[in-house]
């Protein structure tokens, strides 16, 4: 840039010097030498002129241009100078007029023609700028980008033979491309002549076997014209020149999938999605297209499946096709799937909240409560006010039976929730647990009456409430008509079958309790607790069944969560409560 602006300052210099030198120098001459006096004056006004257009003042450089041709109508450097002033200010029929004249006394000079060309195009009379573009050609034959603008002209006002004409001239001096054979197979079409349009195309195929452009050209005017089979030869044609061909394996997928041939669309479609040139967000947007994520389709599971795994082992780099994969594994329940890409995501430095919250719903679903844990923990150092991180940590906390650490993270998600009425209704029930078994019942009842208010027909919730009441021998009654409520939900379900059994034995009704305490050990399908047979124990041991207190008892110490108190009872064959 710095040298740029010192040569434009020496070009200002020269051209004020060489003015003030001119105008010395005529005086001194001879009268010999007088044309060459109004030569050298016609040239520094001219150099005066070129001044002023430097400066931007184009409307003292236009006057001093004019009075040069008035003087020298001759002068087609100044005559192009004041051309451009005039094109530049919208006069553009004077323009061309200037630069007709220009073009007759310097007819090789090929920035003459363009400035002729570009007035006459601005007037909007095409058959003048059409005339002098035919002349311009024959003249300057073998720019491209001219003979490009050319061909659009004779289109534009449908002089198609005369194009076609041109073209075959370009051919003949092997000025030739696929973009010229497209364009004279387009006027053929126009004109009707369809067997010579695709002569065109093949016989440069015959040439080109491999050109892309042109085979899709011809395949799209087979499928347009319903010779499907031609097509699809021509597109595994170009497949076969090149196997990543994004266009030609993307086209046979659509045609395919819109066939309903399936297993033939999803062929193509392999082989466009291990085309590492192809973007992760077409990979996408085809997905979108051919299968609905929404609504996952059990018959086309197994293909999209296979399709993001590609996505993501072919762009691994990319944390879009990891978030991708991740997120179709996590909708078809393939948590470890799922969590693998998340994570990956996030080793890519990925900073999405979305990410790491579903990557905790992932370990929470595959019960990996240590990396559930380490993560949350993490996450609400990332995001400090997102509650879930908060319930996922105080849950692994409850589960760890660190009920102060689990109370702590479970308020603070309470706190964070908002209107997130799910996972209210979730913190309500457990942190009605974590209080119980901190022994802090009057909040422990608090969040069991939440819950319930929030939705009075949870069958496990009304059983716990009721079970931690009849624990504590508290409001039995109403604990008896909420574990009634749950059995009419689902009375087949042990546990509930036992809190109802256990809270008649708490009201004295012990001949009752055992019809529902029996029922519970009945229909218990291989569990391990040790509860249900050590209430039936107690109950035999209230009728004064001593023999079946002891059976059951036993059978309870064989169980999990058996304790010293049923060692106890069982040595000395009586009831401790």
């Given at each position: ?212 452009s042109i085979m899709l050209v011809l395949s799209n005017y087979y499928f347009q014209n319903k010779k499907d089979k031609d097509a699809l030869s021509i597109l595994d044609d170009l497949l076969n020149c090149d196997t990543n061909n994004e266009i030609a394996s993307l086209t046979l997928a659509e045609y395919y999938n819109k066939k309903g041939k399936n297993d033939k669309a999803f062929k193509y479609l392999l082989k466009a999605f291990n085309n590492p040139q192809i973007t992760v967000n077409n990979k996408i947007q085809y997905l979108l297209n051919f299968y609905s ?285």
């Amino acid at each position: 840039m710095k040298i740029f602006n010192i040569n434009l300052f020496l070009i200002y210099f020269a051209l004020l010097c060489a003015s003030n030198a001119f105008a010395q120098i005529q005086d001194t001459l001879p009268n010999k030498f007088i044309g060459e006096n109004i030569r050298i004056d016609e040239q520094a006004k001219y150099l005066e002129a070129l001044k002023f257009v430097l400066q931007g003042d184009d409307s003292t450089a236009a006057q001093i241009l004019a009075l040069i041709l008035m003087n020298n109508p001759d002068n087609h450097t100044a005559a192009f100078e004041l051309s451009k002033i005039y094109y530049s200010q919208g006069n553009f029929y004077a323009s061309a007029v200037l630069m007709e004249n220009a073009v007759k006394l310097n007819p090789n000079n090929y920035w003459y023609w363009k400035q002729l060309l570009d007035s006459y195009e601005a007037t909007g009379n095409e058959e003048t700028y059409m005339k002098y573009f035919a002349l311009f050609i024959s003249r300057f034959p073998d720019k491209p980008e001219d003979y490009r603008k050319y061909l659009d002209v004779l289109i534009k006002n449908q002089k198609y033979d005369e194009a076609i004409s041109f073209i075959d001239k370009l051919i003949s001096k092997n000025i030739v491309n696929e973009e010229i054979i497209i364009k004279k197979f387009e006027l053929l079409l126009k004109k009707d002549k369809k067997k010579d349009a695709i002569c065109v195309l093949n016989n440069y195929l015959t040439k080109y076997p491999c050109s892309e452009s042109i085979m899709l050209v011809l395949s799209n005017y087979y499928f347009q014209n319903k010779k499907d089979k031609d097509a699809l030869s021509i597109l595994d044609d170009l497949l076969n020149c090149d196997t990543n061909n994004e266009i030609a394996s993307l086209t046979l997928a659509e045609y395919y999938n819109k066939k309903g041939k399936n297993d033939k669309a999803f062929k193509y479609l392999l082989k466009a999605f291990n085309n590492p040139q192809i973007t992760v967000n077409n990979k996408i947007q085809y997905l979108l297209n051919f299968y609905s994520l929404d609504n996952i389709k059990a018959s086309d599971t197994a293909q999209i499946l296979k399709l993001v795994g590609i996505i993501s082992q072919v762009h691994n780099q990319e944390p879009n096709s990891k978030i991708l994969a991740g997120n179709i594994y996590f909708v078809s329940q393939y948590y470890a799937e799922a969590a693998k890409e998340y994570e990956a995501a996030i080793d890519l430095k990925v900073n999405n909240y979305e990410v790491y919250e579903k990557l905790l719903l992932c370990y929470a679903a595959l019960e990996n409560n240590d990396k559930l844990k380490s993560l949350a923990d993490k996450v609400i150092e990332l995001y400090p006010y997102q509650p879930l991180p908060y319930y996922f940590s105080g849950f692994v906390s409850f589960i760890q039976k660190k009920y102060t650490e689990s109370g702590e993270l479970l308020e603070k998600s309470l706190k964070y929730s908002g209107r997130n009425s799910n996972l209210t209704q979730f913190l309500y029930r457990l942190l009605a647990e974590v209080n119980s078994n901190l022994q802090d019942y009057d909040k422990s009842d608090y969040y069991f009456e939440l819950a319930l208010q929030s939705d009075s027909s949870d069958a496990t919730l009304l059983n716990n409430y009721s079970y931690s009441l009849a624990e504590r021998k508290k409001d039995l009654e109403k604990a008896l008509k909420m574990s009634e409520k749950a059995l009419s939900i689902n009375p087949k379900e042990p546990s509930y079958l036992d809190t109802y059994g256990w809270i008649l034995y708490r009201l004295g009704r012990y001949d009752e309790a055992i019809v529902y305490l029996k029922k519970a050990v009945e229909k218990t399908d291989n569990t391990n607790d040790a509860v249900l047979w050590e209430h039936l124990g107690d109950a035999y041991y209230k009728i004064g069944n001593i023999d079946e207190a002891l059976k059951n008892w036993m059978i309870a110490s064989e169980k999990e969560g058996s304790s010293e108190k049923l060692l106890q009872k069982i040595k000395d064959k009586m009831l401790y409560e």
